[in-house]
C-alpha cells in the first residue's frame, strides 16, 4: 500500500479544469479523505450547451456561468486555484503554472476539455471565432450586432448585403442552434428599430461539409432539423467544404460568399494536456484511456469528458458533451474516494446515453432520447426542461427560465449590448492594412432630411 492508502495522510488529488467532468469529480470526493486542489485558468464554470444564447443576445453571461469558489464554498476538502497550467512533471508528480506555482498531486484528473480545430487553417481564427467560452461568445455577439450597426450607415448596396450576410460553418448542434438563433434575432428581435435597413434581410447561411445536418443525430432528425431551418429562412449548404476564410469572404471551392460575420463551429480538438504527460493520443489529440478512465502507463493519472478517448459497449466513440463528461468525472471521483478510503473501487466506467438534444429555434427541437423521437413544439419544451434542470444553482433557474418566457411572449433578446474594444483601424473583421472604402466614409442622408449644398 501507498502512503495515501495507509491513511497516514490525506490522499492529494489536483484536477484540472472546472468544466462539467472536474466538478463532477470534485464533488464525489466530497466526503472522502483526500485534499483537493481544482485548477482554472477561469475563475468560474461555464453551462456551455447555452453559450450561443449569449452569443446571440438571448442570455448575459451571467446567466450561464458562477464563480467556482462560490459552488464550492461548503466543501472544506477543496481548494481553488485560478491559473494557466504550462506543463506536467509525471516523474516529480508535480502541476506546474508558469515559473513560480508547482502543486503536488497523489492523483491527478486531467478534465481540460478540447478547443476549436479549424483543420490545419490556424490562420482562419481571428476571422471566423469558434464558441468555447465567455470571451467567444461576447465577441461573436459584438460582430454580429456591429454588423446591422454598419449596414444601418453605409450607402453601398453590396457592402450593406455582405454586412447583412452571416455565415456558419459546420452543422453539428452548436453551428445548427447558432444559425437559428441567428434569424430569430435578426427577424423577430430588430424589424422596427432600424431606419434604413431591414433587419429580416439579413442572409443566415449554415455550411457543412458533410452530406447532412445534426451528422450524430439520426437521420430522420437531421432531416426534420434542415426542414425547420429552410422554413425559418437559413440557407443550408450540405456537401460544401470551406476552402478559404478570410474578413469579408467564405470560400468553398469556386463559390465565394461576401460574408459580414463569420462563425467557426466545424470542429475540436482536444487540449494539450496529453501531450504535457507524452500520453497515447488518437487523431483529434484525446487521451486513449483504460476501462477505469485511468491513463495506461502513467500510475495515478485519469482523463475524462472530451479529453478522453472512450468507447462505449458497442465500440461507438462516446460523444463529447456534457452528460458524458459529467458521468466520467462521477467515476473517477468515485475511483479517487474509494482509493483513498481503502474501500473496494468501482468497475469499469459504464456510460448511459441521455440522448441527443438540439434546438432549431422558436417552438422548436429535435429529440433522440431512448427510441424515443420528439420534434416541434413538444421537443422545444424537452429540450428547455432539460436544459434548465442542468443549469447551477436556483437563481440561474429562475432567471433563465424568466428570460426565455419574456423573449417568447415579446420577441425581445435582453443582452444586446455591444461591448470589447475594437482593434485600432475600427472594423473588427477588416484585415489589417486594408483600406476604408469609401462607402464607410460617405455622408448618409436620414430619412425625411434632404441634403442640399452640404447642409440639411
Sequence with gaps: MTQQEDGTRPLRVVILGAGFGGLEAARAMARAPCEITLVDRHNHHLFQPLLYQVATAALSPGDIAWPIRAIFRRQRNLAVVMA??????TAARVVRAGEELAIAYDALVLATGATHSYFGHDEWAPVAPGLKTIEDATDIRRRLLLAFERAEVTTDPDERRRLLTFVVIGAGPTGVELAGAMVELARHAMPREFRRIDPAAARVMLVEAGPRVLPTFPEELGTVARTSLERMGVQVLTGTRVTGCSATVVECGEERIAAG??????????????????AERDRAGRIRVGPDLAVPGQPGIFAVGDLA??????????????PAAKQMGRHVGRVLAARAAGAAEPGPFAYRHHGDLATIGRRSAVVALNGIRLTGLIGWWFWGIAHVWYLIGFRSRVVVSFEW??????????????TGREPRGGNAARVPGQATTPAATATIEPPGIRVVAGRP
Design 84 to 89: 494557466e497550467v504550462t506543463g506536467i512533471d
Design 261 to 278: 460575420t463569420i462563425v467557426w463551429a466545424a470542429g475540436v480538438v482536444a487540449s494539450p494536456a496529453g501531450a504535457w504527460i507524452g
Design 309 to 322: 478517448a472512450v468507447t462505449d459497449a458497442c465500440g461507438k466513440p462516446i460523444p463529447g458533451n456534457a
Design 405 to 418: 418566457l419574456w423573449s417568447y411572449l415579446t420577441f425581445q433578446r435582453g443582452a444586446r449590448l455591444i
